[in-house]
């Protein structure tokens, strides 16, 4: 069974944040270090390199851990696309797309760029901190990553699926 519904929405997660990326770094000129436009007073697109992986562990700063990393996070884009097409519930397909499509949005730009654009700086003013971020700057791809996988751990850990067994109501 091909996960039509499944590769639509990686599809879809890809060419929305690699237009966004574009969209910043280019007619919005968010392009370098220290670049920023406030659009609301909790959120700001901010240019920042990510040169690793999730909150910026295993860092690549020469071309062999940059292609290494590429390699690693294209390992486990292709282990996500197998789940995919094995997998048989919709909603967990439709969540291994949310992930597919933000892997594959952020392999191009290390390919690309040897780096992955990040942008989106949500922060809220407390009486203790007025700037206080509680996530790193991130990306459309980013999002779409962390969304898909909390789904598939609340599908796991929270919906239990009804099983067909007669066996367990018949009493002896």
Partial sequence: MIPRAGLLLA?????????VKWL?????????LGAYRT??????????????????????ETD????????FTAAIAIAVAVWMFRERKRA????LGLVLGGALGNIVDRVRLGYVVDFADLHFPTPWN???RPFLVFNVADAAITI??????????LIR????????NVHA
């Fill in 11 to 19: 599809g879809v997660v890809f060419a929305v944040d690699q237009f």
């Fill in 24 to 32: 910043v770094t280019g007619p919005l000129q968010i392009d370098f």
């Fill in 39 to 60: 659009l609301l007073p909790i959120f700001d697109l901010r240019f920042t390199k990510n040169e690793g992986v999730s909150l910026g562990m295993l860092r690549a």
């Fill in 64 to 71: 062999t851990t940059r292609w290494l990393l590429v390699a």
């Fill in 92 to 95: 967990d397909q439709l969540a």
């Fill in 130 to 132: 007025p700037e206080w």
């Fill in 148 to 157: 898909g996988v909390l789904i598939l751990l609340v599908r796991a850990l």
């Fill in 161 to 168: 699926e009804k099983r067909d067994d007669v066996s367990e």
